[in-house]
């Protein structure tokens, strides 16, 4: 395995700081509690961290609304813990990656308000999307466009006389206006937070929304104005994927070059790319751009072997073909948890729980790097009865809908205890979290997670610990197997097969023998349905 390159085939755990540990006591998780979880991560196995943001930010869009792009939210704690938390990681031999947010910020930041207070046409208004609106009076709004968490992409502003002025444009939410980055003061203000947190020790970033940045420079009316709201994808090709973005990404991998080349300690670029294919995803990954692009065609992939065959070679054709590693990823803090979205109802036990094991065991078998979202390997469910009035999504606030809401996966995680907090938080008895766990979740509490060798925090540890002392594991090619109907079968260099059945009737195995590791009851020779196992050939 090449450690100079570590990004190659690393697996980075993502941190949903409000949702891992709190330290103070308020029910929000905390840059000390993440510090106090590090031993907890290396027991486990991952070679780095993808903390969320952390930034001073009026939580909006829980962070995703930046008001400071080089400072700690006082909820989460200040700089100095900051450095805390990267010293205590390194000496741990955890890399920590920071999550910065490009294309918008929060309608809270000072360069916002400059331009909320200027007139129109001056250098502040500059930095945004402002324009004027359409119709006699401007009433209208500048195109159609539609934002994706709901209701139209502009907002009319008062101008400081009073009257009606322009509208601004914002993509997500009109507390996250989008910057201009046709503005040269935009890409240096950012490049100046770059170098901010390289000069404080982290290993790299996980770009927000890496697609986007650019808008066609006429902001035309699009022909499918309701396109990203109804995907709540980035999928407008007037507001996504414009081809200037890929001049960022290279400027911005040679300032991450320019650190590597002081120390010798390579810095990580991964990029948040939803783009329509495996060929368009592998242009930001190109050897100057983007080290790493989530690859989220097999997050979206139906429980099916055809279709799961069908996403991985396409981007074993297309992305490994640029000289980089495909980065794989089963959930995030945006996705229904994969336990629930393969079928588990809350609580239970079944047929989700083991679909989400044998993906898992997929996952960490395939070339290349791997993302785990927190939780993930406790085969937590989604929460899906969460109350109205606790509801913080956006996405709920600005349609009056539960559909496709992302607070029942960032409900805080369950440590200890057989009732919440579950450990969550150190405050006094009956401190409440920020979000309500439910009474099910002391089943998949951490300490009986660690003592239960079946548990799925066992699979995940045990096959991190194969994929590091593997050499088939992590970087390199598979090669697939001739196997029955519903079940796909790979090798990974010498004689190492990963097997999984996505039927429900047992089948023979591909190979004979004990498996090294099955993610359910594995006979030898047989592979129970929605089973993933890794054998070694001994033909």
Same mark, same amino acid.
């Given at each position: 395995m090449n450690r100079h390159h570590w990004w190659r085939d690393?697996?980075? =755990?993502?941190v949903y700081v409000r949702s891992f540990l709190d330290s103070t006591g308020d029910g929000i998780g905390d840059l000390a509690g993440v510090r106090a979880g590090l031993p907890y991560l290396k027991k486990l196995g991952v070679d780095g961290i993808w903390l969320s943001p952390f930034y001073p930010s009026p939580q909006h869009d829980h962070g995703y609304d930046v008001a400071d792009y080089r400072d700690v939210? #006082?909820? @989460?704690? +200040? /700089?100095?813990? @900051?450095?805390? /938390?990267?010293?205590?990681? !390194?000496?741990?031999?955890?890399?920590?990656? /920071? +999550?910065?947010? *490009?294309? $918008?910020?929060?309608? %809270? $930041? #000072?360069? @916002? !308000?400059d331009a909320l207070a200027a007139a129109p046409g001056s250098p502040e208004r500059a930095r945004f999307h402002f324009a004027p609106g359409r119709g006699p009076d401007g009433a209208e709004p500048p195109?159609?466009? $539609?934002?994706?968490f709901g209701g139209p992409a502009w907002t009319r502003v008062t101008e400081p006389d009073g009257r009606p002025g322009q509208w601004y444009l914002h993509m997500f939410t009109p507390e996250q206006p989008d910057w201009n980055w046709r503005e040269p003061e935009v890409a240096a203000e950012f490049d100046r937070t770059l170098r901010f947190w390289l000069d404080q020790g982290v290993d790299g970033f996980r770009i927000d929304v890496a697609a986007g940045l650019f808008k066609h420079p006429e902001l035309p009316d699009s022909p499918d104005p309701e396109a990203d709201a109804r995907t709540r994808d980035s999928v407008n090709p007037l507001a996504w994927n414009q081809p200037e973005v890929h001049d960022v990404w290279r400027h911005w991998r040679s300032v991450c070059e320019e650190y590597t080349a002081r120390d010798g300690r %390579?810095?990580?670029?991964? &990029? %948040?790319?939803?783009? #329509?294919?495996?060929?368009?995803?592998?242009?930001?990954? !190109? #050897? +100057? %751009?983007? $080290?790493?692009? @989530?690859f989220f065609d097999l997050l979206g992939a139906p429980w099916d072997a055809d279709a799961f065959r069908k996403v991985i070679s396409e981007a074993m054709l297309d992305i490994a073909g640029t000289g980089s590693t495909v980065t794989w990823v089963l959930n995030n803090h945006d996705q229904v948890r994969t336990v629930t979205r393969y &079928?588990?109802?809350?609580g239970g036990s079944g047929l989700g729980a083991a679909r989400a094991r044998a993906a898992a065991l997929l996952m960490l078998a /395939? *070339?290349?790097a791997a993302y785990i979202y927190q939780g993930e390997e406790l085969g937590l469910p989604e929460v899906v009865d969460l109350p109205d009035d606790v509801l913080t999504d956006p996405i709920f606030r600005r349609t009056g809908s539960r559909a496709r809401i992302r607070d029942g996966c960032r409900v805080p995680l369950p440590w200890s205890g057989q009732a919440s907090p579950f450990g969550f938080t150190s405050g006094a008895e009956?401190?409440?979290p920020w979000l309500p766990q439910p009474e099910y979740f002391a089943e998949y509490a951490t300490h009986r997670a660690l003592a239960d060798t079946r548990s799925s925090w066992?699979? =995940? !540890?045990?096959?991190?610990q194969l994929r590091s002392a593997m050499p088939q594991l992590g970087e390199g090619a598979l090669r697939w197997l001739d196997t029955q109907p519903g079940v796909l079968a790979f090798s990974r260099g010498e004689g190492l097969v990963c097997a999984v059945n996505f039927g429900t009737a047992p089948v023979p195995a591909p190979v004979a023998g004990t498996p090294l590791l099955a993610s359910g009851p594995c006979p030898p020779g047989v592979l129970p349905g929605s089973t993933a196992a890794w054998w070694i050939d001994g033909s």
């Open positions: 690393a697996v980075i =755990y993502q939210d #006082p909820v @989460f704690g +200040d /700089l100095a813990e @900051f450095d805390r /938390l990267v010293t205590a990681a !390194r000496r741990l031999g955890i890399r920590v990656l /920071l +999550d910065i947010v *490009p294309n $918008h910020c929060s309608s %809270e $930041h #000072p360069w @916002f !308000r195109n159609n466009w $539609h934002a994706m %390579e810095r990580l670029l991964v &990029g %948040e790319v939803s783009v #329509p294919t495996a060929r368009e995803h592998a242009r930001y990954v !190109r #050897p +100057d %751009e983007l $080290h790493q692009a @989530f &079928g588990e109802p809350a /395939l *070339p290349g009956g401190a409440k066992h699979l =995940y !540890r045990d096959g991190l």
